[in-house]
Nanobody, 124 residues
Framework: QVQLVEFGGRLVEPGSSLRLSCTTSGLTFSDHTMGWFRQAPGKEREFVATISGSGDSNYHATPIKGRFAATRDNAKSTVFLQMNYLRPEDTAVYYC?????????????????WGQGTQVTVSS
């Protein structure tokens, strides 16, 4: 059984940093591209970042480019999202997801396994 569990979301002030983790089980982790998505209240889920199975390739959405970075530790079957210079508009539930592809994917339809999400709130 495939499981993805996110950790690290909490309330932070604008300008702060936060690192989300997503641990997985039931997968041959390095065979799967991993992605991060987020959903803000009243909005549709949106793509944040993706990283290939090997970790050699990644892509980040424009609104967070230069502030967020997705990395992975294949030995620990874990993917991370480092978030710096957080803004109130980054407030959302953040989800990690696994694709059956080894290559970067930005469409949510390409992801077959999802975590339950972790809440990130940026507010003063």
């Amino acid at each position: 059984q495939v499981q993805l569990v996110e950790f690290g979301g909490r309330l932070v002030e604008p300008g702060s940093s936060l690192r989300l983790s997503c641990t997985t089980s039931g997968l041959t982790f390095s065979d799967h591209t991993m992605g991060w998505f987020r959903q803000a209240p009243g909005k549709e889920r949106e793509f944040v970042a993706t990283i290939s199975g090997s970790g050699d390739s990644n892509y980040h959405a424009t609104p967070i480019k230069g502030r967020f970075a997705a990395t992975r530790d294949n030995a620990k079957s874990t993917v991370f999202l480092q978030m710096n210079y957080l803004r109130p508009e980054d407030t959302a539930v953040y989800y990690c997801a696994a694709s059956d592809s080894r290559y970067i994917e930005i469409r949510s339809e390409e992801y077959h396994y999802w975590g339950q999400g972790t809440q990130v709130t940026v507010s003063s």
